[in-house]
């Protein structure tokens, strides 16, 4: 693993984004033997107040029984971003939203992880390809 990245021109330098396969659900329930179920599958979680929500991927979603018309494709950035770091989300949701691609940003420990709606992931691809290659 490489050191960690701390200043914004040097994050969006080395994000190196990655289109990871599958497709993944962003979904909710308050039902707790659902969430229980959903905590092994789960590629991320957080507990907000209206339930617990969920990433899962498609496949696990729809056995569940979850609505999965958005299904969306994820791209995750390679730097180890510093978690104090300032301006990488910026950067990545300014060159998304110049394309009209929305994206959710998961920012975790190591690497952040975007969102996009499936139908979009490669032109979101391109976007932080190209917003990559313009700091290099």
């Known amino acids: 693993m490489g050191s960690i990245v701390r200043d914004r021109d040097a994050m969006i330098a080395a994000m190196t984004p990655l289109l990871r396969e599958g ?9 707790a033997a659902l969430a ?28 569940l029984g979850f609505d999965c018309a958005q299904p969306m494709r994820q791209i995750t950035l390679g730097v180890h971003s510093a978690l104090d770091g300032v ?8 060159a998304l939203a110049a394309c009209d691609i929305p994206c959710n940003v998961i920012a975790a420990y190591h ?12 032109p979101a691809l391109a976007a932080l390809d190209a917003l990559q290659t313009t700091y290099r």
């Open 87 to 94: 301006g990488l989300t910026a950067a990545v949701s300014a």
């Open 36 to 63: 229980d179920r959903c905590w092994g599958l789960a590629v991320a979680m957080f507990m907000e107040a209206e339930g617990h929500s969920f990433v899962l991927a498609l496949a696990d979603a729809l056995e």
């Open 111 to 122: 690497h952040d992880h975007l969102f996009v709606p499936a139908a979009l992931a490669e």
């Open 23 to 31: 497709e993944f659900i962003f979904c909710s329930t308050r039902d």
